[in-house]
């Protein structure tokens, strides 16, 4: 595998964000853009190569499936839209599954060693499904997950007490969804606990964060009611995720894996706090949660499961 080396399967808005972020923060020196519109593809490949005088040398090309042997990382941003306003969730569910049926078809012939990273939502169902699609072994598919949620979550946290978000530690685990955890228990700034202190001169104030927790679930409804779609911050995710797996950083983040018991849950996929190496997924770690946590998470998991039952 060629960690320098990455294909980004759909050029949409999420896409293209995720492979200007690698592009810009100089993450590869090939990207390999593939899509069902080729033109799309060979488009945003020419728009964004132009500025490599700029940033410095990436190859960016547009291809086919077999243009991806050799990458070290595949990002998957694809998926169909709604193909009519009564379209329902779980059809258009469907619909994707069978697109992720046809890319792990090629993606196992033609770069069957690369990670996969989903980036496509539903994240957490569509991880699982193609942990079942591919023949390639589950540490090596992960998905997105909560680290959007977490990262706007800090960001909150961080206006909210007047520091630098990069000092906030907090996570939001479980589904990427409604059903997602915030996890208030080991939420800390330096060190000192949020719940029930003061820090840097602001009360603790329940109802407050209750609201920040509020605004992190919601965040994403709030960005597609105003400009129609959410893409330079899972971008960032996306570039970030990478920089741990090609550096083999060994960071833990919030990222989509499938539970093997862990707080009572097997064989569904959704976010814990999980160590991220150079061979993908190395570990889980599994904080202590109180007891509203822990109900959250597990009740997070159920919702995922259920609406897995219902695929055909």
């Known amino acids: 595998m060629n ?20 592009f810009q923060q100089k993450l590869a020196n090939e990207i390999v853009l593939v899509d069902k519109n080729e033109g799309r593809a060979r488009g945003e490949a020419l728009d964004l190569m132009h500025g490599q005088p700029l940033v410095g040398r990436c190859e960016v090309s547009a291809g086919d499936y077999s243009s ?33 049926e046809s890319i792990a078809k090629e993606l196992d012939h033609h770069a069957p060693e690369a990670m996969l990273l989903i ?12 942990q079942d699609l591919s023949q390639r072994p589950n540490n090596l598919v992960i998905g997105t997950g909560t680290l959007l949620d977490t990262s706007r979550f800090r960001t ?8 630098s978000p990069q000092s906030v530690h907090a996570y939001i685990l479980g589904e990427h969804g409604d059903s997602e ?28 964060l209750a609201e920040i927790a509020s605004q992190v679930k919601t965040a994403a409804y709030d960005i597609i009611a105003n400009k129609g779609y959410t893409n330079w911050a899972i971008g960032l995710v996306i570039a970030n995720i990478i920089r741990t797996v090609r550096n083999n950083q060994r960071a833990v983040l919030p990222v989509t894996v499938r539970l093997n018991g862990e707080y009572g849950i097997e064989d569904v996929c959704l976010s814990l706090p999980t160590i991220i190496g150079s061979d993908g997924v190395e570990s889980t770690i599994t904080p202590t949660l109180d007891d509203d946590e822990l109900a959250g998470i597990q009740e997070s998991a159920s919702t995922l499961k259920a609406s897995m039952a219902k695929l055909v």
């Open 156 to 163: 909150l946290l961080s206006s909210h007490y007047h520091v």
């Open 68 to 100: 991806l042997k050799g990458a070290g990382i595949i990002v998957i941003c694809a998926g169909v839209g709604q193909s009519s306003p009564d379209e329902s969730r779980l059809e258009l569910l469907q619909r994707n599954i069978k697109v992720f």
């Open 3 to 22: 960690m320098n080396k990455i294909g980004v399967i759909g050029t949409g808005f999420v896409g293209m964000a995720a492979a200007y972020s690698l």
């Open 181 to 208: 955890i915030p996890v208030w228990s080991s939420a800390h700034v330096a060190g000192l606990g949020i719940r029930g202190n003061t820090i840097n001169g602001v009360d603790y104030n329940p109802q407050a």
């Open 119 to 130: 980036a496509s939502n539903p994240v957490d169902i569509l991880t699982h499904a193609m």
